[in-house]
């Protein structure tokens, strides 16, 4: 099992940036995924959810109407668009994967807003 997280990086206040998070070694299409981020200092927070056929999504507070969780099942690869950055989005993103009892996690990729 293998999820890898990309496209993090160092953004401007107020830029974007679009994570990508490609899986293999199980069946993607019938894994709910999440986006997580943890902050220097603090505990993982949950970003973005979606559902495994991608209809129906969540975000924490924070991240509604900045944030957009997508999933391409036929690529075997969820999304996080991220707008409108400021500092305090400065994380590690991790991708997660979850059916049940199974439970995957990718490395992260670090985000840090800057000017």
């Known amino acids: 099992v293998q999820l890898m997280e990309s496209g993090g990086g160092l953004v401007q206040p107020g830029g974007s940036l679009r994570l990508s998070c490609a899986a293999s070694g199980f069946t993607f299409s019938r894994f709910a995924m999440n986006w997580y981020r943890q902050a220097p200092g603090k505990g993982r927070e949950l970003v973005a959810f979606?559902?495994?056929?991608?209809?129906?999504?969540n975000y924490a507070d924070s991240m509604k109407g900045r944030f957009t969780i997508s999933r391409d099942n036929a690529k075997n690869t969820v999304y996080l668009q991220m707008n409108s950055l400021n500092p305090e989005d400065t994380a590690v993103y991790y991708c997660n994967a979850r059916r049940g009892v199974y439970d995957y996690w990718g490395q992260g990729t670090q985000v840090t807003v800057s000017s």
């Open positions: 979606i559902s495994s056929d991608g209809g129906s999504t």
